[in-house]
Nanobody
Framework: QVQLVESGGGLVQAGGSLRLSCAAS????????LGWFRQAPGKEREFVAA?????????????YTADSVKGRFTISRVNARNTVYLQMNSLSPEDTSVYYC?????????????????WGQGTQVTVSS
């Protein structure tokens, strides 16, 4: 069983930055594919970014980012810390959501929520205009 705990959310002005963290416990962290999703009120959960576990790449890359945040958001992981990060720059009010961290084994379709077996509780990000 893997437990995921997100942190780093908060209130930020448009154009600002935040870095979300997701600390994992249980399982072998380095083998998990990790993703960030977000869900705004009244909307469906949306894929944000993913980073693969050991031995897997997606089209030759270990990261995959949604077009809506490409160039602004960056996902990274530090296996020694059992932590995945989401660096978010140039934030806009449209980025306001609850952000969720997810982990899965052998994640072959990184943008699909069904690829992930474990989810955190989420952290609120609010961007003011």
């Amino acid at each position: 069983q893997v437990q995921l705990v997100e942190s780093g959310g908060g209130l930020v002005q448009a154009g600002g930055s935040l870095r979300l963290s997701c600390a994992a416990s249980g399982g072998t962290f380095s083998t998990y594919g990790l993703g960030w999703f977000r869900q705004a009120p009244g909307k469906e959960r949306e894929f944000v970014a993913a980073i693969s576990g050991s031995g897997i790449s997606w089209g030759g890359s270990i990261t995959y980012t949604a077009d809506s945040v490409k160039g602004r958001f960056t996902i990274s992981r530090v296996n020694a810390r059992n932590t995945v990060y989401l660096q978010m720059n140039s934030l806009s009010p449209e980025d306001t959501s609850v952000y969720y961290c997810a982990a899965g084994v052998s994640v072959l379709v990184p943008h699909s929520s069904q690829a992930y077996a474990y989810w955190g509780q989420g952290t609120q990000v609010t961007v003011s205009s």
